[in-house]
């Protein structure tokens, strides 16, 4: 009898189809900003009053799509390189700012706090910027490619929405949040702690501070320096999408929301690749395994499954701001897994 593939797999990278991508020694290039001119900027206004940032690029000999929903404390800004190399590989491409940071509006007197109401207000904004913006283009073919918490987000919303996407591509998801200790405990506390029972302000988590710039050395986030002091300058030139830290309500809702997108991607709505950062101290890589239905060390392979999780061994959470080779690499995987699916 033909042997049958397991529904999930660990995959090395893929490196048949190498692509040529952008460079950390030419991260400020002048052809980046010659592209960045050709890309529009907008806004959406909720029903609220708020505003929704975004921004795309249609592609004029293409008709396949990615909607990129990025991290926590990032705005698309940060996103100019991987749009680039994304637009290059022939994908018109877009992005928001989900409600809270970047470019969008804040929603606490405190402008650095990183704050939600509920989660699933990200997958109802996300849902608006799909259905106002995306969907009207009318692509033939739509890929979701996410980060850390845009991954949370995109995983709910493709429950709720299972026909959007084709395939969804997932760098670093935050299906867990890397803690100190239990999960539960760290929950409990934050609840405790939580103003908004008592109707104030939200206030941050413990320890928790307005935005500071953290010195390469320190960081936690990627390996290249060049694409990290971008990183650094991009902030300084746009205070305005500076974050802190998150309070006690976003943290409590956060572990919620990661622990319900582990059981939507177990029976993904689209085909799933998990991008996962091996060198990761921000988010549980053992949640991502139990998403994947890893629980292992001894797996086996298969190009022909609904979700398979990639391994980048020397990458730091910002797999997308990483030096050339694990960056390389991901891409590489992410473009393979789309033209699979397409």
Not at 166 to 187: D, E, H, V, W
Not at 235 to 247: D, E, N, V
């Amino acid at each position: 009898m033909p042997r049958i593939a397991p529904r999930s797999s660990k995959l090395e990278p893929s490196t048949e189809n190498v692509r040529q991508f952008s460079s950390e020694n030419q991260i400020d290039s002048p052809k980046l900003d010659i592209f960045w001119k050709e890309i529009t900027e907008s806004v959406l206004l909720t029903a609220n009053k708020l505003h929704l940032a975004y921004c795309f690029i249609k592609h004029p000999n293409s008709t396949r799509a990615i909607v990129i929903s990025n991290g926590r404390v990032e705005s698309y800004l940060k996103y100019k390189e991987l749009i680039f190399d994304l637009y290059q590989q022939g994908y018109s491409v877009y992005a928001i700012d989900h409600r809270g940071q970047g470019l969008s509006s804040r929603i606490t007197l405190n402008p650095q706090q990183g704050h939600i109401d509920k989660f699933s207000t990200y997958i109802d904004d996300f849902s608006f910027f799909i259905d106002k913006v995306v969907l009207p283009q009318q692509h033939k073919t739509l890929f979701l490619l996410g980060h850390s918490m845009g991954c949370t987000i995109g995983t709910l919303y493709m429950q709720k929405a299972p026909n959007t996407f084709t395939a969804a591509a997932f760098s670093s998801p935050m299906y867990g949040i890397k803690l100190p200790i239990s999960r539960r405990f760290i929950r409990w506390l934050a609840e405790k702690l939580d103003n908004r029972c008592m109707r104030r302000e939200p206030n941050y988590i413990l320890g928790g501070k307005d935005y500071e710039a953290t010195p390469f050395s320190k960081n936690h986030l990627s390996h290249s320096q060049e694409r990290y002091h971008s990183l650094l300058k991009l902030y300084q030139q746009h205070p305005q999408i500076q974050l802190g830290a998150p309070t006690n309500h976003w943290l409590v809702e956060a572990i919620d929301a990661a622990e319900e997108a582990v059981l939507v991607a177990q029976n993904p709505p689209a085909p799933l690749l998990i991008l996962q950062a091996g060198r990761d101290t921000i988010v549980d890589n053992r949640s991502q395994n139990r998403a994947a239905g890893i629980l292992t060390k001894i797996c086996t392979s298969s190009t022909h499954q609904q979700i398979q999780l990639i391994s980048i061994p020397d990458a730091s959470h910002e797999i997308f701001i990483e030096k050339d080779k694990p960056r390389s690499l991901a891409l590489n995987s992410i473009l393979d897994f789309f033209a699979l699916h397409a």
